[in-house]
């Protein structure tokens, strides 16, 4: 089975959201600044904490929630070129492969750790932080996707 892709920008980005908030210590870091925003909500309602304390609690939360939604994501994409790149990817019985224009490459399954579905991509891991996104635009219709999601399920055993 053969895809042809590009990236579209939003798509990615949400993506890279989804990426993110999916990571174990980001999403406790979330959990944390949440419970302490509720907690500085709770204490000012109390008058146990000053306006300048509650004040200092929500810019805190609100500078995280931009910098996980907007900032990290951007980052990454305006840092990565492969982004601005159209791909072929091949998938066989013992490895798939990445085509560009500029040249291919080629893994085992083995290669990778686990693959995660988000709405507009495969999420194919090969460690905790790096990753491949392969956009289910690029397959022709519903079923394509369909025998794809099988594929992975077939040949990424979790570790």
């Known amino acids: 089975m053969t895809i042809h892709f590009g990236y579209e920008k ?6 890279l959201r989804y990426h993110f908030i999916s990571r174990p210590e980001i999403r406790i870091m979330i959990i944390t600044v949440n419970v302490f925003a509720i907690g500085s909500i709770i204490l000012y309602a109390l008058h146990k904490i000053t306006p300048l304390a509650f004040l200092v609690g929500s810019l805190l939360w609100i500078v995280l929630m931009i910098s996980f939604w907007f900032v990290l994501p ?13 791909f072929s990817m091949s998938f066989g ?44 635009s690029g397959c022709k219709d519903k079923d394509e ?15």
Do not use: C
């Open 10 to 15: 939003g798509q990615v980005l949400q993506a």
């Open 74 to 86: 951007s980052m990454v994409y305006r840092r990565s070129e492969t982004f601005r790149h159209e």
């Open 93 to 136: 019985e013992d490895q798939f492969s990445l085509i560009h224009e500029r040249g291919e490459r080629s893994w085992p399954w083995k290669a990778l750790s686990k693959f995660i579905e988000s709405p507009n991509f495969f999420h194919l891991y090969f460690d905790a932080r790096s990753f491949l996104l392969v956009p289910k």
């Open 145 to 159: 996707v369909f025998e794809l999601r099988k594929i992975f399920k077939e040949k990424i055993s979790p570790r």
